[in-house]
């Protein structure tokens, strides 16, 4: 069992030069402890993620400066998120997704301790919430803060504890004829190296590449990069969801439509 302490705080009176975005230069200390496969990342709303600032950053061998460890990836409904321990990181953490805990216990997890300045939230409803997003996950695999994760709220602290499963399946000639590589999908992310093959995001790729196809636009609210077989996303314009009646919209519609009820399917079985 792995045991993460998550402490948030909210300064009414820090400005914004003093909470770094992600490019940022003058992260502060923040206090963590060696965390095995599962990742931490922290995200709040577009405007509040920038005004995140860590606080404390020491390692069990001795404390640096941090920033490089963390992996910044946007994300349309949270903003940046900052992802630790993440493998496609390595060219800036030579222990990207190494790192492991072997002993139960509070005192053997990580430990955040985030700074949020509660003067910069915008009145918005995601900003009402007052806190970040938080999703624990494989070191091979990109967060999915929408589908799983869960909020943390400012001024408290929040113990979690994990317990992890690991379900087998057989490929085919098996019913569940499950994936353990991007191959047979079609689909190809970053870094298929690092990445490892995830249902979830293969059916956001095809959602995508879909949207692309038919209605020659992208989903502004799906990030992720990848190459399909017919293409890349390099050069692709937004689709123009301001108006319901556009048609823009209404495609969009369609293929959610005929994502619905089977008519346009998915290469995305479960993983192995």
Not at 67 to 79: C, E, Q, W
Not at 98 to 117: C, H, I, Q
Not at 171 to 188: A, H, I, Q, R, V
């Amino acid at each position: 069992m792995r045991r993460i302490l998550h402490r948030l705080r909210t300064d009414s009176e820090a400005s914004a030069d003093e909470c770094e975005d992600h490019q940022g230069k003058d992260l502060d200390d923040f206090q963590q402890h060696e965390e095995g496969d599962p990742q931490v990342q922290a995200q709040g709303s577009s405007q509040v993620a920038q005004q995140v600032r860590v606080l404390k950053a020491s390692e069990l061998m001795g404390s640096r400066r941090l920033i490089s460890l963390f992996f910044p990836y946007a994300n349309s409904t949270y903003g940046t998120c900052y992802v630790f321990n993440l493998k496609l990181n390595q060219d800036n953490d030579t222990e990207a997704g190494s790192r492991k805990t072997v002993f139960p216990g509070p005192n053997n997890g990580l430990e955040l301790e985030l700074y949020l300045d509660a003067s910069q939230w915008p009145s918005s409803v995601m900003s009402s919430q007052g806190g970040v997003r938080v999703v624990i996950h494989r070191s091979d695999s990109l967060p999915s803060p929408e589908e799983s994760g869960f909020d943390a709220r400012t001024g408290t602290a929040t113990n979690i504890a994990l317990r992890q499963m690991e379900v087998s399946r057989l490929p085919y000639p098996y019913e569940n004829d499950c994936y353990d590589s991007w191959d047979k999908t079609g689909y190809s992310p970053s870094d298929p190296k690092l990445i490892a093959y995830d249902s979830l995001m293969c059916r956001r790729m095809c959602l995508q590449a879909t949207m692309l196809n038919i209605c020659h636009c992208t989903l502004p609210w799906i990030q992720d990069y990848f190459t399909f077989s017919n293409g890349t996303l390099n050069g692709t314009r937004a689709c123009n969801t301001e108006s319901y009646d556009s048609i823009g919209n209404q495609c969009i519609n369609n293929v959610y439509e005929g994502v619905k009820n089977g008519s346009i399917t998915c290469p995305c079985n479960a993983e192995c």
